[in-house]
Nanobody, 122 residues
Framework: QVQLVESGGGLVQAGGSLRLSCAASGRTFSSYAMGWFRQAPGKEREFVAAISRSGGSTFNADSVKGRFTISRDNAKNTVYLQMNSLKPEDTAVYYC???????????????WGQGTQVTVSS
């Protein structure tokens, strides 16, 4: 069992930055690949970024490439999402999730956090 708690969301103007954190507890954090997903009102949950267990491999959704960076610190049991050049369309609840293998498919993730709201004003 893995418990995930996101933090760092908030209100920011377009063009600004935020860094989300996801703290994990429970079973060995480094045993899991991690992902970030988001869900805007009235829309389906969508993939944002993922990182391998070691942190050596990452990939992002096309919509955030060049703006968002996923990273992890296995010593701190934490995964991060650095978000730069934010746009109003990035407004959503952001969720972190844990899986045995990294990917962009939500059902492959076994554990989810409760989400943190990110609102980007124009």
């Amino acid at each position: 069992q893995v418990q995930l708690v996101e933090s760092g969301g908030g209100l920011v103007q377009a063009g600004g930055s935020l860094r989300l954190s996801c703290a994990a507890s429970g079973r060995t954090f480094s045993s899991y690949a991690m992902g970030w997903f988001r869900q805007a009102p009235g829309k389906e949950r969508e993939f944002v970024a993922a990182i391998s267990r070691s942190g050596g491999s990452t990939f992002n959704a096309d919509s955030v490439k060049g703006r968002f960076t996923i990273s992890r610190d296995n010593a701190k049991n934490t995964v991060y999402l650095q978000m730069n050049s934010l746009k109003p369309e990035d407004t959503a609840v952001y969720y972190c999730a844990a899986a045995y293998y990294s990917g962009s498919y939500a059902p492959q993730y076994d554990y989810w956090g409760q989400g943190t709201q990110v609102t980007v004003s124009s």
